[in-house]
């Protein structure tokens, strides 16, 4: 069964450094996303990707955040600068596969990136 | 978005029957009701997915009344590996997810 799969699984960085956490969604899927959640709390949306561009984010996702598609496969979300609060598991989704049959909000989601800033 | 609210946790035991309820008073009429299951340290997974009266697979049913205002996740014969935190959710089309804090079920041997 296709699924999501995301890299590193874990990631220690220090404050102020810059991350690039990685995703390889589904195939044939044309939605990608990216959400977090902080140890004990709720998972956040953050942003939502379509047709090569930003189509919703959240007011978590500020100017330190970046997303981008770069060859078709890899969907990849950058934080520039971080921050002690951006600790947290990142989570990346997709949906919408062109064959059809599945529900509209079945969205397929990773393993998670365990980010932890120092 | 239309918010939901359901219980904070619940207990069962293996084999039972478990209902978690979820109200959505606001629901709009494009609006589908969903459910997800989050184990820990994983991302969540969808289950089940409705509009109205009753949608059944092979995990769970889901029944929705006509005014659609509540609708019940039932699993059937719970195991000790459906402890996980069950998240409802209302959304239409490919919009994103609002989680809230979800019903933490906890099933006992």
């Known amino acids: 069964e296709p699924e999501v799969t995301q890299t590193p699984s874990h990631q220690v960085t220090q404050m102020g450094q810059e991350v690039i956490l990685r995703c390889v969604p589904i195939?044939?899927?044309?939605?990608f996303y990216w959400y977090r959640q902080i140890l004990g709390q709720k998972v956040e949306f953050l942003v939502s990707?379509?047709?090569?561009?930003?189509?919703?984010k959240s007011e978590i996702f500020d100017d330190q955040f970046s997303v981008e598609r770069p060859d078709g496969s890899n969907f990849t979300l950058k934080i520039r600068s971080t921050k002690l609060e951006d600790s947290a598991m990142y989570f990346c989704?997709?949906?919408?596969?062109?064959?059809?049959?599945?529900?509209?909000?079945?969205?397929?989601f990773g393993p998670g990136t365990r980010l932890t800033v120092l | 978005l239309a918010k939901t609210t359901q219980p904070i946790s619940m207990d069962s035991y293996e084999g039972q029957e478990v209902n978690i309820t979820c109200s959505h008073n606001?629901?709009?009429?494009?609006?589908?009701i969903t459910w997800y299951q989050q184990f820990p340290s994983q991302g969540p997974r969808f289950i089940i997915q409705?509009?109205?009266t009753k949608v059944t697979n092979e995990v769970a049913s889901l029944f929705i009344p006509a005014d659609r205002k509540s609708s019940t996740l039932s699993l059937p014969r719970v195991s000790l590996s459906d402890t996980a935190v069950y998240y409802c959710?209302?959304?239409?089309?490919?919009?994103?997810?609002?989680f809230g804090k979800g019903t933490m079920l906890l099933v006992s041997p």
């Open positions: 989704a997709s949906s919408g596969g062109t064959s059809g049959g599945s529900p509209f909000n079945e969205q397929f």
């Open positions: 195939s044939n899927h044309l939605y």
């Open positions: 990707f379509y047709n090569n561009e930003i189509s919703e």
């Open positions: 606001n629901i709009a009429t494009n609006d589908y």
């Open positions: 409705g509009y109205k």
């Open positions: 959710l209302v959304a239409s089309g490919y919009s994103t997810l609002t």
